[in-house]
């Protein structure tokens, strides 16, 4: 587990390094297998695997299922911790602990409330939501990764998401993350805001970006939050609607073997039992 949080605090020193969201252990299993060499949890496709909207877990759902997807799997693990499963920084505190407990080499606090009417937690109580999970982690003893997360968009906001970037630094974040930045322009103002610390940017859905220019942003993290989930989910939709619908089997077409998946899955197995992995 040490040496899972050390090489994680490791990738975030050099380059620009993808960490993908798996949903379940399966999907953790493949990606391992990839050879990506650090996972991230997802909120929303874990909700959604277990029949319920994002946010529809809760806290100790949440916990159990990073804490399966972090013993399953060789490489570190970032947990999306949502908004810490409270609002008081009491219950941020314990809820961090919790979370350390489960095995994570880094976990995010974000500042969404899920309160329509006031989406966000003002600037000077979420820093403190923040700090309140630095104080967890620097409790606790472990090298864990910290994550501040400012949401929502960036457009007409970015000025507001650039100080929050810069508070949640101030307040001990290790990695700082705003999901709704997707420009050029706003990237390199929330890198420049992060000064210096790593900057984690979220690509779930099509960009003319590839890797090489987002790391010439300044971008140290990448993760693709819900989006695998929900190119598995498009494939089962569309396949299922196209049988119920119009009787058409034609959308298997495009599924992944079984020879394939039954392969890596028994080597897989097999690397586990003689000790090669989690």
Not at 65 to 93: K, M, Q, S
Request: glycine letters at 12%.
């Amino acid at each position: 587990m040490s040496e899972k949080r050390r090489a994680f605090r490791r990738l975030h020193e050099t380059g620009c390094f993808v960490m993908p969201n798996p949903w379940d252990v399966g999907s953790a299993r493949w990606l391992q297998g990839m050879g990506f060499e650090a996972l991230a949890t997802t909120s929303a496709g874990a909700a959604f695997a277990a029949g319920h909207p994002d946010n529809g877990l809760s806290c100790d759902e949440m916990l159990a299922h990073i804490r399966l997807l972090a013993d399953v799997t060789d490489v570190p693990l970032n947990a999306d911790f949502g908004a810490g499963y409270a609002d008081e920084t009491a219950g941020i505190e314990a809820n961090v602990r919790r979370c350390i407990d489960t095995g994570v080499a880094g976990l995010s606090i974000e500042d969404a409330t899920g309160d329509a009417a006031a989406p966000f937690y003002d600037l000077s109580t979420a820093t403190e939501r923040v700090r309140a999970a630095r104080m967890a982690i620097d409790a606790s003893g472990v090298d864990v990764v910290l994550t501040g997360r400012a949401e929502g968009p960036t457009a007409g906001r970015l000025d507001e998401i650039c100080a929050r970037i810069r508070a949640y630094a101030a307040a001990g974040a290790d990695c700082l993350y705003a999901p709704g930045a997707t420009t050029r322009e706003h990237i390199a103002a929330v890198v420049a805001a992060a000064a210096g610390k790593p900057v984690n940017l979220l690509v779930s859905s099509p960009t003319p970006l590839d890797l090489k220019e987002i790391e010439a942003l300044g971008v140290r993290r990448i993760s693709v939050g819900s989006g695998l989930a929900r190119v598995a989910w498009g494939a089962v939709i569309g396949v299922a609607e196209q049988i119920a619908r119009e009787g058409r089997f034609d959308g298997f077409a495009g599924s992944a073997s079984g020879a394939r998946l039954n392969r890596f899955f028994s080597e897989d197995v097999r690397r586990r039992m003689t000790g090669g992995g989690a």
